[in-house]
């Protein structure tokens, strides 16, 4: 096993990378990668497990995920894809999944979900995890497969609830920023908080709506609210009792 630092220009991917087996079967050309995410105290939040350019599998095991637990604790574990045989030992922190043959595993394979602290200064929690993989060959041996294995965070900011574009502020604007973001991705438009603005565990241009609406609905209250607020001073000045 071997460590060494994964650097990326255009900051998309970044962090520890842990070569594991990377003498069993060629070079480690596969990696899996852990998401960078965004949350704000109180929140619970999903981190998703990538994995790029692997051969065809016939196991998956994960095990030592490791992360500060004075800002947030790891609630749930999930097997993405379809297999004969997945589990999660919550007890003993490891989980193992099988295939009834040699399968293309290529994509989201494990769903990490954390409950952030609900007092918690702001902080950047690198998350990191072990993780193997096998594959059959042609007398029935399973033997490892080369994979790299590249941290994930949890990037935890007490911020303004709906405040997408981070200036402090809610407007029209967080909604638009909003959409670009389910639209063209989190490289070329980052959010520091949890997007999921109706609350049903998606991510989509719903939410942008839902944002806008909301935006709409507190500029009417707040017009009426300074209304009834001018009203009942002009009643007063006049000597009469508006609420009666």
């Not at 980052?190 to 989509?204: A, E, W």
């Not at 707040?222 to 009666?244: E, H, I, P, T």
Request: charged share 25%; with cysteine; hydrophobic share 40%.
């Amino acid at each position: 096993m071997s460590r060494f630092f994964f650097n990326n220009a255009y900051g998309d991917h970044g962090g520890t990378v842990t070569v594991i087996n990377a003498e069993a079967s060629g070079t480690a050309d596969a990696q899996l990668i852990m998401d960078t995410v965004f949350a704000m105290p109180g929140e619970t939040v999903e981190m998703n497990i990538t994995l790029k350019n692997a051969p065809t599998v016939k196991s998956m095991s994960i095990s030592n995920i490791t992360f500060d637990t004075d800002k947030m604790t790891l609630t749930d574990v999930e097997w993405i894809c379809d297999a004969e045989i997945k589990n999660w030992n919550q007890s003993q922190g490891r989980g193992v999944l099988a295939f009834s043959e040699n399968t293309d595993a290529n994509g989201t394979v494990v769903k990490l979900t954390f409950e952030i602290n609900k007092i918690v200064d702001d902080a950047d929690v690198n998350v990191m995890c072990a993780m193997s993989l096998k594959r059959m060959d042609d007398a029935d041996n399973e033997i490892p497969v080369s994979v790299s294995i590249i941290s994930g965070s949890v990037t935890i900011r007490n911020a303004i609830r709906g405040d997408m574009d981070a200036n402090d502020k809610l407007n029209s604007n967080d909604a638009v920023y909003l959409l670009y973001y389910v639209m063209f991705g989190k490289d070329n438009y980052p959010i520091r908080q949890n997007g999921d603005m109706d609350g049903n565990g998606k991510v989509n241009s719903n939410d942008a709506v839902f944002s806008a609406v909301s935006c709409y609905v507190r500029k009417r209250r707040l017009s009426a609210l300074r209304a009834v607020r001018a009203c009942s001073a002009a009643c007063r000045r006049k000597g009469y009792d508006m609420y009666g």
